[in-house]
T-cell receptor
């Protein structure tokens, strides 16, 4: 239990579907992140939110739309995805640069796009 | 851009020592992290280096040389449960972490 909870853990969707991934952190952190993890590739940073404000958008296609209603919740809205978007999507949180400022990850949402 | 390199796979025997190297070329540097990720699980934090030298934490140690853009993670007295992927990551600002592709370590009996 890392204090970061992601739902659903597994998702299968067609290319025309609309779905959302949810992340909740119970650690009181001020920053939240979405990462994409594909096999044999480095984790790719997608979005960063700091105090609910988006501070990073790493050239992510518009078919991925993040939402951060408060500092504890983060969503990733998915629309008209492609098969190459199939991957593990990891949410993480951190407390700025206090101490080490390490990331705490959720267990991920495994997405399959048919 | 960021470039973080580490070996893809390593195999070692239970009770042995394994050293995972990581080299990096990044636009900035504000700390280097090592994470462990078991299959199907979340990455978990192992170590943090921001100054040159060795940080020891039980069976795991991490070393950093900023001038060489180099780090290693040393795993001693290997146990079967240490079979996992080990991720090297560099923070180049306040929040952004860039990761290597990970090193899969297999521990054999």
């Amino acid at each position: 239990e890392t204090g970061v909870t992601q739902t659903p853990r597994h998702l299968v969707m067609g290319m025309t579907n609309k779905k959302s991934l949810k992340c909740e952190q119970h650690l009181g952190h001020n920053a939240m992140y979405w990462y994409k993890q594909s096999a044999k590739k480095p984790l790719e940073l997608m979005f960063v939110y700091n105090f609910k404000e988006q501070t990073e958008n790493n050239s992510v296609p518009s078919r991925f739309s993040p939402e951060c209603p408060n500092s504890s919740h983060l969503f990733l809205h998915l629309h008209t995805l492609q098969p190459e978007d199939s991957a593990l999507y990891l949410c993480a949180s951190s407390q700025g640069t206090s101490d080490t400022g390490e990331l705490f990850f959720g267990e991920g949402s495994r997405l399959t796009v048919l | 851009g960021q470039n973080i390199d580490q070996p893809t796979e390593m195999t070692a025997t239970e009770g042995a020592i394994v050293q995972i190297n990581c080299t990096y070329q990044t636009s900035g540097f504000n700390g280097l992290f090592w994470y462990q990720q078991h299959a199907g699980e979340a990455p978990t934090f192992l170590s943090y280096n921001v100054l040159d030298g060795l940080e020891e934490k039980g069976r795991f140690s991490s070393f950093l040389s900023r001038s060489k853009g180099y780090s290693y993670l040393l795993l001693k007295e290997l146990q079967m449960k240490d079979s996992a992927s080990y991720l090297c990551a560099v923070r180049d600002g306040d929040y952004k972490l860039s990761f290597g592709a990970g090193t899969t370590v297999t521990v054999r009996a």
